[in-house]
Structure formats: C-alpha cells, structure tokens
C-alpha cells in the first residue's frame, strides 16, 4: 500500500524556536492533510491543502503541497510549550486516509 | 456538539480472550470509521461504514475482527481471539458524509488495548 515517510521522527526544541517537519510519498495525491495529536486523544485536523503549490496558514501554523504533488512540509513558528504532541501527514486515496509515521516534538520551555 | 464516544477507554485482556470496543459518533455523521494505532505509528484503518453498510474493509483482519453498525449509529469492533500484536489504541472516527472529504473527520479519544 501507500507509504508516508515522514521527518524528523522526533525533535526537541526550545520554546520560542520555528520548527519545520516534512511528509514524502513516491506517490501522486491530490489532497494533503497535517494532524496533531496529543496523549490519551484522537488526532485532530490542523490544515488540509487540495491544491498543488498551495501554501496554507492556521495562526502560526503554515502548510505547503508541494508542487510535485508527493510531498508537503508544515511549520510552526515561534513554538509554545503546548505544541507538544505528534504531528502526522496524512493523504488521501479513494476517500480513506492513510497515515505517515509522525514527527514527535517536545518543547523546552 | 459532542464528540465521538468512545468506550472502555482502556482495556487489559490476556491472549486468546475477545474483547469488544464501542464507537458513539457525532450525531447525524452517516460515515463512521475504525483505526488500529500500533505504539509509534500512525493510525490505519481497519473498517469504514456509510449508515449500516461496510464501504470498506479491505484491511480488517477478518478471522478475527469483526465489525457491525446495525442501526447505522453507533458501532462496535470486536476481536475474538485476541493476539499479542492487536496491543493498540483503536480509535473511531466519523464524518457527515462519505463523500464529505477527508478531512472532515472528527476522532474520538480511543481505546487502550493490552494484550498480556
């Protein structure tokens, strides 16, 4: 099946730093999804990007679908201590989602 | 609006007992799913429903899992027997619609199993 390769798998930042953490596929799809999730919960959708080269900002939040259409990065800019959690692409095919691995962060506060 | 229920929030069984999961989605969600999430990955789905009928289920493992959403409701996922490796959270998600796009689908807390 499809496989998302995402990175970093973990990164440990200090509060206040810009983070950016990228999601590739030796695919093409057409829609391109970031969730976070935190401990005990369900992911929850951030930005979801439907266009290639579509650049997409929820607060300090900014998502990218690359031009190619088998990649895409998300950042966050200046970090806070509630970032905390996993971050996971995720794409869509035939309308069921397949997942990438997740980049854990941690923020140092 | 609530959430997706979801219950027992954990479980703990030991190899070869069955175990059952229940999945209240957002009410008026015709589009309910299930996702196994093994420790450090992401999560995969299992089963998709749309009302009381399995849109897909490609990925269940059949001789031991089983799903149902009778009434087109609410939904349950049951392993008989269970195996050391279904250790996961499952997690249930549901959206308005199929043909609501992927990212509208909301998830619910999960289930915690152990299996000893």
């Known amino acids: 099946g499809q496989q998302l390769n995402q990175s970093p798998q973990s990164m440990f930042i200090q509060e206040g730093e810009d983070v950016s953490m990228n999601c590739t596929s030796s695919?093409?799809?057409?829609?391109w999804l970031w969730y976070k999730q935190e401990p005990g919960e369900g992911p929850v959708l951030l930005i979801a990007?439907?266009?290639?080269?579509e650049l997409t900002s929820n607060g300090r939040l900014t998502a990218q679908f690359g031009i190619t259409r088998k990649d895409s990065f998300l950042n966050i800019s200046a970090s806070i201590p509630s970032d905390v959690g996993i971050y996971f692409c995720?794409?869509?095919?035939?309308?069921?989602?397949?997942f990438g691995g997740g980049t854990r962060l941690m923020v140092k506060p | 609006e609530a959430g997706v229920a979801q219950s027992p929030r954990y479980k703990i069984i030991e190899k070869r007992q069955s175990v059952a999961f229940w999945c209240n989605p957002i009410?008026?969600?015709?589009?309910l799913y299930w996702y196994q999430q093994i420790l450090g990955q992401g999560p995969k789905l299992l089963i998709q429903?749309?009302?009381?009928?399995?849109v897909d289920d490609s990925q269940l493992p059949k001789d031991r899992f089983s799903a149902e959403r009778l009434k087109g409701v609410d939904s349950t996922l049951k392993i008989q027997p269970a195996k050391l490796e279904d250790s996961a959270v499952y997690l249930c998600a549901s959206s308005l619609d199929w043909g609501a796009g992927p990212g509208e689908q909301f998830f619910g807390p999960g289930t915690r199993l152990t299996v000893l």
């Open positions: 695919s093409i799809f057409n829609t």
């Open positions: 009410s008026g969600h015709a589009t």
């Open positions: 990007l439907y266009k290639a080269g």
């Open positions: 429903f749309q009302n009381n009928g399995v």
């Open positions: 995720a794409v869509n095919a035939g309308n069921m989602l397949t």
